[in-house]
């Protein structure tokens, strides 16, 4: 199983980034999969999560309405679009395999297997 984060950078408040997870090693379509960051100093927090199908997502309180995950099934690929980024979103982003059974809300908070990462650094 591997996971490889890629599209961190450094950018102006206000602007956007695209990250990108690209996948191996298992079936991505069977699986929910989830953001995470850690910015330095702090514990790692919960980003976002996605269903297997992408048709139910979960956003933490701190991105809704600014950031949106998504997935293509076809590339075995996850997406985190950022959007209207602050410096409080600077951190390290990765991105996870959500632990089984999918279908349990709670579980999108845990991953099973993560990357090694993608830095996002927001900063005028």
């Known amino acids: 199983v591997r996971l490889v984060e890629s599209g961190g950078g450094m950018v102006q408040p206000g602007e956007s980034l695209r990250l990108s997870c690209a996948t191996s090693?298992?079936?991505?379509?069977?699986?929910?999969m989830n953001w995470a960051r850690q910015a330095p100093g702090k514990e790692p927090e919960w980003v976002s999560g996605?269903?297997?199908?992408?048709?139910?997502?979960y956003y933490a309180d701190s991105v809704k309405g600014r950031f949106t995950v998504s997935r293509d099934n076809q590339k075995d690929t996850l997406y985190l679009q950022l959007d209207n980024l602050q410096p409080d979103d600077t951190a390290l982003y990765y991105c996870?395999?959500?632990?089984?059974?999918?279908?349990?809300?709670?579980?999108?908070?845990?991953?099973?297997?993560r990357g090694q990462g993608t830095q996002v650094t927001v900063a005028s």
């Open positions: 996870g395999r959500v632990v089984e059974p999918w279908r349990v809300a709670s579980h999108y908070h845990r991953a099973d297997v």
């Open positions: 090693g298992f079936v991505f379509s069977n699986y929910g």
């Open positions: 996605i269903s297997p199908s992408g048709y139910v997502t």
